[in-house]
């Protein structure tokens, strides 16, 4: 019974590194793509999730491979619960996409 009370904090953190690190990719998506300079905020975007991520990992296992995986559970459970909060992606039928010429037959 010790042991689940044990596991289940690295539970909950995973779930919150999760949610941050999904929730602030889809955040990333959103505001990025009408940016000016899209590449500044998708590279410092990943930059700031991946190290809050890391960071938290490294904290929450404490040297124990077993609160490890219980976080990578929560972490990857959060994942499926934010693209469902998501929702499907919107189809732009406007957006200004050129397409591509295709090569010269010879």
């Avoid at 959103?30 to 190290?51: E, H, Y």
Wanted: aromatic residues 12%; positive net charge.
């Amino acid at each position: 019974m010790d042991e689940l009370v044990t596991l289940s904090l690295p539970l909950a953190a995973g779930l919150l590194l999760g949610a941050m690190f999904f929730g602030g990719l889809w955040w990333t998506v959103q505001k990025g793509v009408s940016a000016k300079n899209p590449a500044l905020w998708f590279f410092g975007s990943l930059l700031l999730r991946m190290s809050i991520a890391l960071a938290g990992f490294y904290f929450v296992s404490g040297g124990h491979w077993d609160r490890m995986l219980v976080c990578l559970f929560g972490f990857v459970t959060a994942r499926i619960m934010v693209k469902r909060l998501a929702g499907p992606p919107v189809e732009r039928p406007n957006s200004p996409v050129k397409e591509i010429g295709h090569a010269p037959e010879s």
